[in-house]
């Protein structure tokens, strides 16, 4: 049985672990190591994650599959959200999954658990942004409901990558 975990404090190792697999994963195919090593030095670290956990305008959620976490979410309310311009809103700023559980449900699970939090908040909509060379993550959130409604860059590495803005409306 598949369980979602209020973060705290005391899951940044688990949050650290499980974030570095997936996100390395989903990016090192199209992207260089040198670039890989160097977002990851600056952005997965204990400090930075505690700084997240510790922030009001943020929330982490664990995907347990029995004892083993196999996904996660990270959700940002407007204090926290990485572009302005959303503020009756929840942005998805990172969810993944354990690419050996793509398939499983374990992202809609993680989805769901997004609405849930922003109709709690009386949120009018969802919204993230994904890379648009993602195309099995694209396929996802149209699945779920998502649709494009622009575009932004992301920097990564030393690099603009254009990303796709997409939104769930309540």
């Known amino acids: 049985m598949v369980r979602i975990i209020s ?3 005391s899951h940044v ?18 992207n260089s190591a040198e670039g890989m090593r160097d977002y990851l030095a600056l952005h997965f670290t204990p400090a930075v994650f505690e700084a997240q956990l510790s922030d009001k305008n943020s929330l982490y959620f664990l995907a347990a599959e029995g004892e083993n976490y196999v996904g996660y979410l990270k959700l940002n309310f407007a204090g926290a959200q990485t572009e302005a311009g959303h503020p009756d809103s929840l ?14 449900g ?14 709690e908040n009386e ?23 998502f649709e494009k409604i622009g575009t932004h860059i ?3 590495a030393g690099e603009a990558q254009t990303d796709y803005l997409m939104a769930l409306y309540l």
């Open 7 to 9: 973060c705290d404090s």
């Open 13 to 30: 190792e688990d949050l650290l672990r499980i974030a570095k697999v997936t996100f390395t994963d989903t990016y090192a195919a199209k």
């Open 91 to 104: 942005e998805i700023e990172r969810i993944y999954v354990l690419k050996e559980f793509h398939g499983a």
């Open 106 to 119: 374990m992202g809609q699970l993680l989805v769901e658990k997004a609405i849930e939090v922003a109709r």
């Open 123 to 145: 949120l009018k909509y969802l919204w993230l942004g994904v890379w648009t060379e993602n195309e099995r993550a694209i396929h996802f959130y149209e699945k779920m409901g």
């Open 154 to 156: 992301f920097h990564f």
